[in-house]
């Protein structure tokens, strides 16, 4: 027999739990199902540990540059990586918990833990329990893809998950993978003390980006003693004693790269393997990302995805977003869609890269006539102040409706300073309105107005 609930969550990511209780409050029976950590990606191997990771590794940076600012520590800078992983620990505990507690604490709400997998079109086996419903909410997420790259079943490896048990200084670490989470690492290992070198299969970092973002974001990190080979169309894997022989095969340098440790970051797949999708005759494409409309709905009637697993979006806020779409759509009459947001992230390397919209590339492409306004953060004061100039702000604008099109703020604080773009961007409002605002003195952000005062068109 079943156990029959009005509806099922599966996954405490980002999406499920926020979902799940709102369903809950509205007097409906629920039940949300969790195989490993309560809060998923970001709050166990994702965004929250490797920003608290990020930080005290900046503090090292930062405390190695002492000098520079007149400040002297006597001795070297000496990190403890035991330290480093414990606070990464406590902060990552927090919010884990704080996800369990306030799933368990909720009325109409049944938190079961184990695997879930469709038994057919409602239902679940979770163990040896059936459970059915015949809403069902699918907030999966996703894993670090492991490519079948040659000597890769040869060797000791590790992804986003196993480095957060990670709690030594690797002597070397190579890091496979020249992309978001890639750089972040190697940024962070190379600040704790280690030697890092970066393995990239194209012919530059973050290629989603424009070629001046990849070219900057290069400087910086070569700045700092890391070594990128790109171009490295073979990757494939050796052991060589206690070590790991990266092949990287580019037409100069080095054919190998010897590491103490490897990191495998090269993109993520959606955790629908594993959950019998086909049992319930759920959609997916080639890549297993369950297909979805604008509001979410899977092919069959009552089924939705959220979060990473519908391959819509690949970041927390999106998978927190659908979740709003979702619960507007369902409980609050209001018409949300997934096409009525403005894309937007950031890349946390230090200094950040704040993204919205359209790159300079999507717009060169798209043909439209526009204006395109660009500042080093050498000429922006509040940078000079901190001593922190590496980078620039560019925004793009339509010449016609002088809306924003898109914008690429890598620079110190950009994390933050991209939402006043993208702000103005979802008012609809032109450029002109924040180019007329009155900004504080002295900020990043009072350097926007003066570069939307400078637009030019693209040559
Ligand atoms: C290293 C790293 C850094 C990142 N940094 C950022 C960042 O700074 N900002 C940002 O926005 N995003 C970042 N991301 C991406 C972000 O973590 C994800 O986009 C986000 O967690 C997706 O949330 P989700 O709800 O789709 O799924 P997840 O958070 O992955 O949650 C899915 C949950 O479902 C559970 N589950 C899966 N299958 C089953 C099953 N069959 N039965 C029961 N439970 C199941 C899983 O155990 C998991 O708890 C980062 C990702 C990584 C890997």
Known sequence: MATKFDAIVIGTGQAGPSLAVRLAETGMKVAIIERKRFGGTCVNNGCIPTKALVASARAAHVARRAGDYGVTIPG????????????????VRQSSEGVEKWLKTTQNLTVIEGHARFAGVYRFRVGDELLEADKIFINVGGRASIPPLRGIDQ???LNNSTMMDV???????VVIGGSYVGLEFAQMYRRFGSEVTIVERGSRLCKREDCDVSENVKTILEGEGIKIRLGAECIG????????????????GDKTVIGSHTLLAVGRVPNTIDLGVEQAGIKVDKRGYIQVDDQLRTNVPGIYALGDCNGRGAFTHTAYNDYEIVAANLLDDDHRQVSDRIPAYALYIDPPLGRAGMTEGEVRKSGRQALIGKRPMTQV???????????????????KTKKILGASLLGIECDEVIHLILD??????????????????????????TILGELKPFK
């Open 76 to 91: 070297s800078i000496a990190v403890d990586m035991k330290k480093v992983k414990a606070r990464k620990d406590a902060v």
């Open 155 to 157: 060797v000791l490896y």
């Open 167 to 173: 709690d030594f200084l690797p002597e070397h670490l």
């Open 237 to 252: 894997f050796d052991k060589c004693g206690d070590k790991v022989a990266v092949q990287v095969d580019c037409s100069s």
């Open 381 to 399: 004061g509040r940078a000079r102040e901190k001593g922190e100039t590496d980078g620039f702000m560019k925004i793009l604008v339509d010449a």
């Open 424 to 449: 103005v961007m979802y008012a609809n409002a032109p450029y002109t309105v924040i180019q007329r605002a009155m900004h504080i003195h002295p900020t990043v952000s009072e350097l926007i107005p």
